[in-house]
């Protein structure tokens, strides 16, 4: 009977060290946007600029995946913040990562992100504007997703789709989100759970960091949506209820379109073409318009179709189905948003010139005759 139970015992030993083998990945191969971001990381603690930077953790994310040259067993949640320390000046956050496969939107903030250490140590212009705005950067939300090539967290739980706010009207059919599966794309995650790490940590960060600022910009990069770049607003969950600020909104767009008129980004509200339920963005904005702060949260969603049309073999993967496969596709997406984001940080930094203006009901008049006539 022992030797039964010590072959048994045995067994089991050597099927969980195979399983253990079958899953020890290079975190260099399967994940280098986490170690381009660490290594960022230290390379701002030495670069010779006055510029105050720190960062954070926001959480730890438990690691389900076992790298042969990353030993820890969990993911940290990184917020890198550059710019003024004081707390009553504008925020401008980028965001990137919420889906797993949309790597892209990673890899366009830390291109950014490297591209503005560089430019801190000589570009005084740059160093001058961060003495006026604050810069958040959360490159990498959904580390786990991203590890394993899924849309969701590594609970199947799609982040966008987590938050507790119910679509007021007809949500679109499963892309909408869900609650019938966690092997469905989109689910929600249970009724009465608890959001999920990592959209805790964000929504709940992101309306810390907002309070007494005049303002707060966000740039959520996504990908997937279509054959056109696009910048959706709030709200999700209802096509007929505008955003609070969507003069606001309404005047940035106004004002980015006249400084580059050859752009072609389609500015919108997302529902005009799709609903859905727990959209992290409109709690984001329905906890800050309770506590009275202001923010404006932007998603870019990057068209994917386009790489698709140009290269249809891509789709065989599933990393083609959301990011540009070839090396010179990639390296135009990266120089593509460079404008937008250096705009977005300059209106922060001028917000007095166009938030809550005086002629904000005029615009606001014209974006709801616009996009909710």
């Given at each position: 009977?022992?030797?039964f139970?010590?072959?048994?015992s045995f067994?089991?030993?050597v ?6 083998n079958?899953q020890?990945y290079?975190i260099t191969?399967?994940?280098?946007e ?6 960022l990381i230290d ?14 953790v926001l959480a730890?994310?438990p690691?389900p ?11 940290p949640?990184?917020?890198i913040?550059?710019?003024t320390r004081?707390p009553t ?6 965001v ?12 366009v903030l ?9 430019r801190?140590v000589w ?9 006026q705005v604050?810069?958040?950067f959360i490159p990498?939300v ?5 590890a394993?090539?899924?849309r969701s ?6 982040l ?5 706010v119910e679509?007021s009207?007809?949500?679109?059919l499963l892309?909408g989100?869900h ?5 469905i794309p989109?689910?929600?995650?249970q009724?009465g759970?608890?959001?999920?790490i990592?959209a805790?940590a964000?929504?709940?960060?992101v309306i ?5 600022r005049?303002v707060?910009l966000?740039?959520?990069c996504h990908?997937g949506f279509?054959?056109k770049?696009r910048?959706?607003f709030?709200?999700?969950?209802s096509?007929?209820?505008p ?6 909104i309404?005047?940035?767009?106004d004002?980015?379109?006249?400084t580059y008129?050859n752009?072609n980004?389609v500015?919108?509200p997302?529902a ?5 339920h727990g ?12 506590q009275q ?7 870019l ?6 790489w ?5 073999l ?10 540009p496969m070839r090396?010179?596709?990639v390296?135009r997406?990266l ?6 984001m250096?705009f977005l940080?300059?209106?922060t930094a001028n917000?007095?010139?166009w ?6 009901h005029?615009?606001?008049?014209q974006?709801?005759?616009r996009?909710?006539?």
């Amino acid at each position: 009977m022992s030797t039964f139970i010590g072959t048994v015992s045995f067994f089991t030993c050597v099927c969980e060290a195979l399983l253990l083998n079958a899953q020890r990945y290079s975190i260099t191969k399967h994940l280098p946007e986490f170690t381009q971001l660490e290594a960022l990381i230290d390379c701002l603690h030495q670069y010779p600029f006055a510029t105050p930077f720190s960062y954070k953790v926001l959480a730890n994310i438990p690691s389900p995946l076992h790298f042969s040259d990353y030993t820890a067993k969990h993911f940290p949640l990184y917020a890198i913040h550059l710019g003024t320390r004081s707390p009553t000046a504008p925020l401008m956050l980028f965001v990137g990562g919420v889906h797993g496969l949309e790597r892209i939107g990673s890899q366009v903030l830390l291109s950014y992100l490297h591209a503005i250490t560089e430019r801190l140590v000589w570009d005084r212009s740059l160093q001058h504007t961060l003495q006026q705005v604050h810069l958040v950067f959360i490159p990498l939300v959904n580390p786990v997703g991203m590890a394993k090539c899924y849309r969701s967290n590594g609970n199947h739980i799609d982040l966008m789709r987590n938050a507790p706010v119910e679509c007021s009207e007809k949500a679109a059919l499963l892309v909408g989100g869900h609650r019938l599966s966690p092997h469905i794309p989109w689910f929600r995650g249970q009724e009465g759970q608890p959001m999920e790490i990592e959209a805790a940590a964000l929504a709940s960060y992101v309306i810390a960091q907002t309070q007494h600022r005049p303002v707060t910009l966000s740039l959520d990069c996504h990908s997937g949506f279509g054959v056109k770049d696009r910048l959706w607003f709030p709200y999700a969950h209802s096509a007929i209820k505008p955003f609070p600020y969507i003069g606001d909104i309404y005047h940035l767009r106004d004002k980015f379109l006249s400084t580059y008129p050859n752009h072609n980004y389609v500015f919108e509200p997302q529902a005009l073409h799709y609903l859905c339920h727990g959209d992290l963005w409109d709690h984001i904005s329905e906890q800050c318009l309770i506590q009275q702060q202001s923010i404006l949260p932007l998603t870019l969603e990057m068209g994917s179709w386009r790489w698709i049309k140009k290269n249809p073999l891509q789709l065989r993967q599933s990393l083609g189905i959301f990011n540009p496969m070839r090396p010179q596709r990639v390296q135009r997406v990266l120089q593509k948003h460079i404008v937008l984001m250096d705009f977005l940080i300059n209106a922060t930094a001028n917000y007095d010139a166009w938030f809550k203006h005086k002629d904000n009901h005029h615009y606001q008049q014209q974006a709801i005759m616009r996009w909710y006539s």
